[in-house]
């Protein structure tokens, strides 16, 4: 329901009133831990499971860069954090590089294989086959992860790939201590993982019961697919025997993936996307990623208020972020894909003076219908992921910083692992348009821009970001899976350490919303108060009641020790929001 004109006065006096938030209290032991960040003077990691950010930690104590530990890490939770963590994926890499004070985008996202066609997903009737979309051969894209991560050791970092990768072989080969959350996440996955039979044999018992808490998970082979990698670098996952064991799975069932796919697969450097935010500089990933163009969108709208003043998480407050995240999410349905397939109008969409124009059309008192709103740009040239993507952070001595956000999509992708190899595949193929103007698997409505071509990267959420200090220093590094949900939650993170100056825990722990312009719904955490919860609904906004939690920030911030800017300390968070995760610090 939307206010009349009478009412609009009376929220006036209200606006400001409404409680800010605490944080949600579902899935934490000790809340006063939320708001207390990890203290370092030298590295820092921060992952979504503890083994692997420890992982890290010990190759920046062992001599190794922000980029050997990124890549140690990301290999480590391919085997502890299996739903998510990956080497049948892809991914975004943003590296800042200290001495040089150049940041870049490694883009490691998967491919269409060159077999792959616009309709594949489309039914005799026109209609998009879902299971087929998301569940079956044919929903994996050309995996990224591995080449990427390699791509970034052997340009930017210091250590040989087998000592990166050593401490993943060993816990695959030896196994590890099965986490309450990996055991949860296991059983509730157990429908779809049993009907692959490699998946089944790799995360379950002989006789098909699930891993307890405390049990060893042994894994080898993909200890063995581990082990060809750092004897053979790329050419041992996307030649020889892996290539081949994965091939033979297509094969098996019918699947596009060809040698000749593994073999063209390439990583892209790409620039980031790049904002000025109330004098601090603000980048992420660009296209094929809707994360940067987006986010500096909706900062350049909010940068027209003064948010602080508002009061974090009050009615006012949210209505001026669900609004720039309502038309920054309908222009990425129209102007976003792949850049090398589609002109992706960047400038145009993070232009101030285009926000400006946004901010005029939204009435401070009353929301916007979403079936009003349309992709804004007068003139262009020329799918929901899961919130089980993964992301993390290091941060080394020297001041080297990486943000990594890597997927599979779906939890545990697809459900089908490759037999003798260990490793499962992604389903990021639901992540093109299947049909324009059909949401994907998480309500994303999509169009030609991020249709399905040969050998084009499927758009993606994915928000890996670094954000810099007027002086030019990065004094954030921090990203989130979430799915269609990442961008706004980045977004979030930003704005609660600049405008409300809250540290990194603080941050992390405060309750989010989100609105992704369709459905026209606003999705928030526990934590909003009641009273701010009424007068949203009374300025128009429908409210979805069954949110849960949003994302899963794993956050590494800078601040100087008394002014002294050669005196500084790293202050890491890990989202109390997914059970296990954890930072660790450079002995």
Partial sequence: MFPTPLVRLALLACLLLSSVAVASEKAILDPEARFHPVVSRGGMVVSQEMIASKVGADILTRGGNAIDAAVATGFALAVTLPRAGNIGGGGFMLIHLAEEDRTLAIDYREMAPAAAYKDMFLDAEGDVDNLRARFSIHSSGVPGTVAGLIYALDNYGKLSLKEVLQPAIDLAREGFEVSVDLSESLQARQKTLKKDPASR????????????????????????????????????????????????????????????????????????????????????????????????????????????????????YIHRLVESMRRAYADRSQYLGDPDFFPVPVSALTDKAYAGQLRKQIDPMMATR?????????????????????????????????????????????????????????????????????????????????????????????????????????????????????ITIVLQMVLNIIDFDMN????????????????DTVFYESGISQDTLTLLRSMGHQLNDKTGVLGATESIQRADLGGDKKASVRYGAADYRRAGSGAAVQN
Avoid at 505 to 515: D, F
């Fill in 201 to 316: 044999a790799y995360f379950y018992k002989p006789d098909g019961s699930g891993y307890q808490p405390g049990e060893v998970l042994a894994q080898p082979d993909l200890a063995k697919t581990l082990i060809r990698i750092a004897a053979k670098g790329r050419a041992g996952f996307y030649q020889g025997e892996t290539a081949d064991l994965l091939i033979a799975q297509m094969q098996r069932n019918n699947g596009l993936m060809s040698l000749e796919d593994l073999a063209n697969y390439k990583v892209v450097e790409r620039t980031p996307v790049c904002g000025i935010y109330r004098d601090n500089k603000v980048c992420a990933m660009p296209p094929p990623s809707s994360g940067g163009v987006h986010m500096i969108q909706m900062l350049n709208i909010l940068e027209g208020w003064d948010l602080a003043s508002l009061g974090h998480n009050s009615a006012a």
């Fill in 370 to 486: 979403s079936e009003d709103i349309r992709p804004g740009l007068a003139k262009v040239a020329g799918s929901r992921e899961s919130s089980e993507t993964t992301h993390y952070s290091t941060w080394d001595q020297w001041g080297n910083v990486v943000s990594n956000t890597y997927t599979l999509n779906f939890s545990y992708g697809s459900g089908i692992s490759v037999a003798g190899a260990g490793f499962l595949l992604n389903n990021e193929m639901d992540d093109f348009s299947a049909k324009p103007g059909s949401p994907n698997g998480y309500g994303l409505v999509g169009g030609e821009a991020n249709a399905i071509e040969p050998g084009k990267r499927p758009l993606s959420s994915m928000t890996p970001t670094i954000v810099f200090n007027p002086e030019g220093q990065p004094i954030l590094a921090t990203g989130s899976p979430g799915g269609s949900t990442i």
């Fill in 504 to 519: 990194i825990a603080e941050a992390t722990a405060a309750a989010r919303i989100h609105h992704q312009w369709l459905p």
